[in-house]
């Protein structure tokens, strides 16, 4: 097994990287939130890997953290979910939106990745649901902002009826966590649930 690559960026297109590991270039098949993320050309890289080994293909499957390959490990133990669906799932959802949105049993995100339709999203919830370690308000805080833990009495029953409301109007679960947690980052996080609600749905256009 390979744990992971470093060295240098050669290329870089859509699904793959190349990188540069003391003269051997070696292709890394990557997400599209990846790709966005990475260094320029020419510079140098870190990334995790995953070894598939098929009878006609040895393929890497490299990821920025290892909390990204973490997770890429989990979806590919999914029935119907192969290293290609894994890499599309945390393309469009970061690893705190993918496990909200696990927690939450929201499989329509889910089901946004290419090639991931609705009964394998609904399985990929109900199948690591219970192998995901987190709380709807530890995702709150993916950086330093306001943590649930910070959250208690009145602030904490504000963000509740703020997602809910959100929900109510229509609005997915984790886009609904997403911005009320973007406006308790920018903002004093004793907001009443009105005022936060006017701010995160600013935020959901």
Request: charged content about 25%; glycine content about 10%.
């Amino acid at each position: 097994m390979i744990a992971y690559v470093n060295g240098i960026l050669e290329n870089l297109e859509e699904g793959n990287a190349v990188i540069d590991v003391s003269g051997f270039g070696v292709n890394v098949n990557i997400s599209g939130s990846t790709m966005d993320r990475m260094p320029g050309i020419g510079e140098m890289v870190k990334l995790y890997t995953y070894t598939n080994v098929k009878e006609d293909a040895f393929s890497l499957f490299g990821f920025l953290s290892r909390d990204e390959l973490n997770l890429f490990k989990m979806l590919i133990t999914v029935n119907g979910i192969g290293p290609k669906g894994g890499l599309a799932v945390l393309s469009v959802l970061s690893p705190d939106d993918l496990r909200f949105a696990i927690i939450s049993g929201d499989s329509a995100s889910i089901a946004k990745a290419p090639g991931v339709g609705k009964k394998t999203a609904e399985r990929i919830t109900l199948e690591l649901r219970d192998k995901i370690k987190v709380t709807e308000d530890d995702l709150l805080s993916p950086s330093g902002a306001v943590s649930g833990d910070d959250l208690t009495g009145e602030a904490a029953m504000a963000k509740d009826e703020a997602v809910a409301a959100l929900v109510a109007l229509g609005y997915n679960s984790s886009d609904a966590v997403k911005a009320v947690r973007k406006v308790l980052k920018e903002n004093d996080a004793q907001l009443d649930a009105e005022v936060l609600l006017k701010l995160a749905l600013k935020e959901m256009f």
